[in-house]
């Protein structure tokens, strides 16, 4: 099931001679459960892509379809619902809240809709993640790693859509890095969750099902890998 399109998506920022085209047309699709690597050097607008397709931003022009709703014409708050429900965003900081604990963080995304999470997905995940043990610890008293963990199992509480991850290894050290990329192949086979990974190292690229390559803009290779 297409899970995700994009269609003729450009981005351009500023005006004149100073305007500048981050994305160039690109034309997208993801199917559930896929897990895709978006890989890129600085500047080649894998960032922008991903901003687009979370709803963080929105393109020129062209169209994004997140499981068939257009999400590239939503207003601001339209779309902060829309990611918060929808859309699991994993960053290198783990924009965890200081003063919650790892539990509370974790289910921020149902409690801003006063929504009870269901006990025996919440488990799955913190199992699967391995923090069922660090829930009721403040995200200072964690390790890096864990707390990139909890910021996984935030992204996926919600069962998203799509889980879009910008370099979440990028502040880690080789160990932690490994494990959390392990990590979300687990969850990617044991909650079939669909996920878009952003990053410049190709080795981690080459864990993923897919390895779409970007330049100035531009989608110049889609290449699927067998599991």
């Keep these: 099931m297409e899970i995700l399109k994009c269609e003729g998506v450009r ?12 994305l160039d047309r690109i034309d997208l699709s993801v199917e559930q459960g896929e897990f895709v690597a978006i ?14 397709l979370g709803s963080v931003d929105s393109p020129t022009e062209g169209k994004v379809l997140v499981e068939g709703t257009n999400i590239s ?23 965890l809240i200081p003063t919650l604990t790892v539990r509370k963080n974790i289910l921020m995304p149902l409690l801003l809709d006063k929504r009870k999470p269901n006990p025996e997905y919440f488990d799955k995940v913190i ?15 964690l390790s890096g790693g864990q707390q990139q963990r909890a910021a996984i199992a935030r992204s996926l509480i919600y069962r998203p859509a799509l889980l879009l991850a910008d370099e979440p290894t990028g502040n880690l050290d080789q160990k932690n890095s490994r494990e959390i990329i392990d990590l979300l192949k687990l969850s990617n086979r044991s909650l079939n969750q669909t996920i878009l990974l952003i990053t410049h190292d190709e080795k981690i690229a080459l864990e993923a099902d897919r390895i779409i390559v970007i330049e100035d803009g531009r989608i ?8």
């Design 11 to 22: 981005k351009l920022y500023g005006t004149g001679n100073n305007q500048v085209t981050a």
């Design 39 to 52: 890989v890129g050097a600085s500047g080649s607008g894998k960032s922008t892509l991903l901003h687009i």
């Design 73 to 95: 014409s939503m207003n601001r708050t339209q779309a902060a619902i829309f990611r918060r429900r929808k859309v699991g965003l994993v960053y290198q900081f783990y924009n």
């Design 127 to 141: 199992t699967t993640l391995g923090i069922a043990d660090k829930l009721d610890f403040l995200p200072s008293q």
């Design 220 to 227: 110049i290779s889609d290449q699927k890998r067998g599991k």
